[in-house]
């Protein structure tokens, strides 16, 4: 390695040099010099090897779409004729009306025509054209209850079991649970809006106590899928695998003469990962092979829905390839009610410039999935933080204010009564009247269908036998095949 005396190596100029390339496995780079595409089993002992499951798992995979900001169930998927009988009244029978902004108006009707759908006949509003084609492959979670009314501890309580932040995410936890069927890929991908963030960044896809192994991987939407993965122009394939040789050789001079130290071994093991990913991530995330009518179906031909239809795409591209766990977030951080479903100001313009994005491209999947018949054994989860108050924010105001008393979320796929909806709000859509869902309940059933037991995935931290349910949780049997 040569360099200027003195000077400091940036960190993608040192990994080009000496590192990221060269502790990955020589015939790695053979196997790229050939063009070789196969997915890599993983090796016995490795911390991404697939584990066993406590009991026969319906599903093997899991994409998670995260719809940032409060989605409103009554302009979506909870229909409420009451709203219409009794918009512009007050809500008197209620008890104690408590908001998030302490402004609560009058009731709203929903500003989107509802209708049935598919042989199951369930109701959803006309905001959602292309989801209600698949009406008959969702599972509706209509009472579904939060802790939090506000946002981002909303969103880490939808995530992980906890408002706060720094615990393990479920994408973590079924790393840490399942492991990985391609050695290749990392089991938890993220793949953030292309518009922004979720807030939070990162922290919404943490590891938390968990081994670091376990944390999602976020592709970016536009350039390099990862900044500093690919090699510099200047590097030469046979460079690289010279240098690969002689990292190896090296690496294991010192874990033979350092058989305790198992710090270098767990750090190689993550370039090794990175390696291969340098392999691996621009093939998956190439669409040559995809016809254009699959680009079609997903809305990669029209502006509006071309960033969330690639991740969508590129969601089933990685389950193909053997991604555990694909976390799609919907949404960019909040103070902008056009690049998330925050609709305070006005309801129906937000919620019709965000379903513009998400609608056809998630309908896609579904379908797609289905086509491809991975839907079988794929669990498809849609959440959204909170839902939206059935009256207005404020006297005379089109927008509604967060509502954590009662909401939507779905799931479609593995080992689920398809075209079915478990669980009701009141006749306004304020309280969940009948079969509460607890989020806890929600994620113990994710695990159920995965062959986890809930009470079982524990990992030791701070004197706890931490888990994702926390000391709650009932799996929803109801909703089971």
Avoid at 266 to 283: D, G, I, W
């Amino acid at each position: 390695m040569s360099t200027t005396p003195g000077a400091f190596l940036s960190r993608r100029h040192f990994l080009a040099e000496a590192g990221l390339s060269g502790v990955a496995l020589a015939w790695l780079l053979q196997q790229e010099l050939r063009g070789a595409s196969a997915p890599t089993p993983v090796l016995p002992g490795s911390p991404y090897a697939a584990k066993t499951t406590a009991f026969p798992a319906k599903a093997k995979r899991v994409i998670h779409v995260c719809a940032c900001g409060g989605v409103s169930h009554v302009d979506t998927f909870d229909y409420k004729p009451e709203l219409e009988k009794h918009h512009g009244e007050e809500l008197t029978n209620k008890g104690k009306i408590d908001t998030f902004f302490g402004r609560p108006g009058r009731l709203m009707k929903s500003q989107f025509a509802f209708r049935q759908h598919g042989r199951s006949g369930l109701w959803m509003s006309d905001l959602l054209p292309h989801l209600s084609k698949c009406v008959d492959e969702i599972t509706f979670l209509h009472a579904m209850h939060s802790k939090s009314s506000n946002h981002t501890p909303a969103t880490f309580f939808m995530n992980s079991g906890f408002t706060m932040n720094g615990f393990p995410c479920l994408g973590a936890w079924l790393s840490y649970g399942l492991g990985s069927e391609n050695q290749d890929l990392p089991a938890y991908v993220v793949l953030p809006d292309p518009r922004q963030l979720p807030a939070g960044g990162a922290i919404n896809w943490t590891s938390g106590f968990l081994p670091a192994v376990h944390q999602g991987v976020a592709f970016r939407g536009t350039g390099e899928p990862i900044v500093d993965l690919n090699t510099p122009h200047d590097i030469s394939p046979a460079r690289r695998l010279a240098e690969s040789a002689l990292l190896k050789k090296l690496n294991q001079n010192f874990l033979d003469a350092n058989p305790g130290d198992t710090a270098l071994a767990a750090r190689l093991r993550s370039y090794e990962l990175a390696a291969r990913m340098q392999v691996r991530v621009p093939e998956v995330v190439r669409f040559d092979s995809e016809s254009e009518a699959t680009r079609r179906l997903y809305g990669l031909d029209q502006p509006i829905t071309a960033g969330f239809g690639r991740n969508c795409l590129l969601a089933r591209r990685l389950l193909e390839k053997g991604v555990r766990f694909v976390q799609l977030f919907h949404g960019g951080a909040f103070g902008s009610p056009r690049i998330n479903w925050d609709g305070h100001e006005n309801v129906r313009e937000n919620h019709i410039n965000q379903a513009a994005s998400m609608d056809q491209p998630l309908a896609a999947l579904l379908q797609d999935l289905r086509a491809r018949g991975l839907l079988d054994d794929t669990l498809v989860l849609w959440t959204t933080e909170f839902g939206r108050t059935p009256f207005t924010q404020g006297i005379d105001s089109p927008g509604r204010d967060h509502h954590p008393n009662g909401f939507t979320v779905w799931m479609a796929g593995a080992g689920l009564k398809p075209g079915f909806a478990h669980g009701a709000t009141d006749e306004v859509g304020y309280f969940a009247s009948e079969k509460k869902t607890e989020v806890y309940d929600y994620l113990a059933t994710v695990l159920h269908l995965l062959g986890i037991d809930h009470e079982k995935l524990t990992f030791y931290h701070n004197g706890i036998q931490r888990r994702l349910t926390d000391v709650h949780g009932e799996v929803i049997h109801d909703i089971l095949a």
